[in-house]
C-alpha cells in the first residue's frame, strides 16, 4: 500500500456569505485538482479547536493535555514537573471584557515590542518564551498553581491574571491602552492517549504548534515550515518514505480576519500546490476540522465534510464518527 497524505484544510467549513449571493468560499473557490478527484465522500463531528478535533481522529479520545502544553511541544519546549505552559493570545482588555483581537496586522509589531520590553517581570519564574503566528505567543514557567482562564474565540468576561504572570499582561496593556497578549489553555505535562494502530509513522508539517503539538505527543516527526509552498515541498519528499499530516493553518486565520477575498485565494493557492506536488499520488485523505466563519470570526463546531481520492468503504454522504474515521479511512 502507498503512504497516505492526510491534508488538513483548516476552518475550511463556513457561513454563507451575503456577499457570495448566499455561498461560502469553498464552494465559489476554483480548485480542479481537490474537487474533481473525489472517490469518497463523507461527514463527521467538528470539533471547536483543531487540538481537539486531532487529538480525536488519531487516538479515538479528546486529549488530556491542555493547549498550550501542546504547542510547547510542538515547538520543541519541555515542560517538566514544577512547570506550566501558557499561551498568549492578542487581546483588548475594555469595560470589563476581553475581546480577542485579528486584525493582527494593524499592530502586530507594537504589540510584540511591549510584550518583550516588559518579560522581565516574571523573569523570577525563568520563562522559555517563543512568539509564533499573528502575534501570539507561548511561554513556559516554573509554576505549580495553575489557574483557569476563558479563551477565545468568543468575547467574554475578563478575569485577572494572577501573580506575575499578570503582572506582565497588565503592564503591556497599561502600555498599549488595553491591547495585550492574554494567557489561556494553561496546563501542566499529563499522559496522553497512544495513537492508532493502523497508523503506526507519521511526519507532521505545518506553521502552527497545536497540529504539530498534537503530532509530538503521540510520538510522530514534526517540523514547522512558515512558507507554504516550502511546506508542500517538504511534505511531498517525505512522502516518499511515509505517511504525511499537512496542515494548512491560513485558512482558518484569515476567516478569523474575516477576509473571504484572502480565504478564497488560499484554498485557490492550496489546490494549485497539490496539483504541483501530488498530482500523481492516489491515497489522499482531506478533512476540514471546524469551520470559520468569515463574516463573523468565529468558530464554528458543526458537522464537517471529509473526502479522498481513493476509495473506501464510506457511503456517500455517510456521517462517520470521529473516533472512528481514521480506521475506516485506513482500510
Known sequence: MKNTLFVLLDGTEDDPNPELGGKKPFDVAEMPFIKSNVRTRGRTTGRGYTHIFLNELFTGHQPKLQRAVLEAMGFGMEVKP?????RLSPARIKDGMIHWAYDTDSFRKE????VRR????????HPEFRFFISSRAIVTVDCDDVPELPGPPKDTEYVEVPGLMGEMVRA?????????DYPWGVGTMDEQY??????????????SPTSLGICTS????????????????????????????????EIDEYSHMKKWQKKVEILEESDRLMSKYFSGHDRIFYFIDHGTSSVTGEHLPVTVPFWSNYATDVKDDEMVPLNTLLNRMMR
Open 172 to 180: 503591556v496593556a497599561e502600555e498599549l491602552d488595553g491591547l495585550t
Open 82 to 86: 514544577g512547570r506550566a505552559a501558557f
Open 118 to 125: 516588559n518579560l522581565h517581570i516574571i523573569e523570577p519564574l
Open 218 to 249: 503521540l510520538g510522530y516527526g514534526s517540523k514547522v515550515i512558515d512558507d507554504l509552498e516550502e511546506r508542500f515541498a517538504a511534505a511531498a519528499e517525505a512522502l516518499k518514505k511515509g505517511n504525511v499530516f499537512l496542515h494548512i493553518d
Open 194 to 207: 497512544p495513537h492508532f494502530e493502523c497508523l503506526d509513522n507519521l511526519m507532521a508539517f505545518s506553521d
Open 111 to 114: 504589540l510584540e515590542v511591549a
